[in-house]
Nanobody, 118 residues
C-alpha cells in the first residue's frame, strides 16, 4: 500500500512558477513509477509527467520545456517544477504511483489546486 500526499498548489499569475511535492508513505517508493496528472473543470484527467524507477521522464506536449518532474528516493518524494505557467494550466493536480510506465497506477493522492490567473 502506498499513500500519497500532495502539497505546493496555490494561486499564481501567468508566467509565474510553482513547485508541487508529493510525499509517499511506505517502503516501496523506489520501485514505483511516479506521475503527475491534472484535471480541469469539465475535462478528463490527463497525464502531465511521469518518472520511472531509473529516472527517465516523459511529458505531455503541452508542458514540455516548462515543467520538470524529479524524484528523491531517499525522501520518498516526487516533485513537479512548473515554470512559465499559463491560464490553461489551471487544474487540480494529482500524484500517482504504480508499476507501469504506460498506464495509470492504482495509488492516488487527494489532489492540490493550481490556479493561474491575474
Amino acid at each position: 500500500q502506498v499513500q500519497l500526499v500532495e502539497s505546493g498548489g496555490g494561486l499564481v499569475q501567468p508566467g509565474g512558477s510553482l513547485r508541487l511535492s508529493c510525499a509517499a508513505s511506505g517502503s516501496i517508493f523506489s520501485t514505483q513509477v511516479m506521475g503527475w496528472y491534472r484535471q480541469a473543470p469539465g475535462k478528463q484527467r490527463e497525464l502531465v509527467a511521469k518518472t520511472t524507477v531509473s529516472g527517465s521522464t516523459n511529458y505531455a506536449d503541452s508542458v514540455k520545456g516548462r515543467f520538470t518532474i524529479s524524484r528523491d528516493n531517499a525522501k520518498n518524494t516526487v516533485y513537479l517544477q512548473m515554470n512559465s505557467l499559463k491560464s490553461e494550466d489551471t487544474a487540480v493536480y494529482y500524484c500517482n504511483a504504480g508499476v507501469s510506465p504506460v498506464r495509470q497506477g492504482p495509488y492516488w493522492g487527494q489532489g492540490t489546486q493550481v490556479t493561474v490567473s491575474s
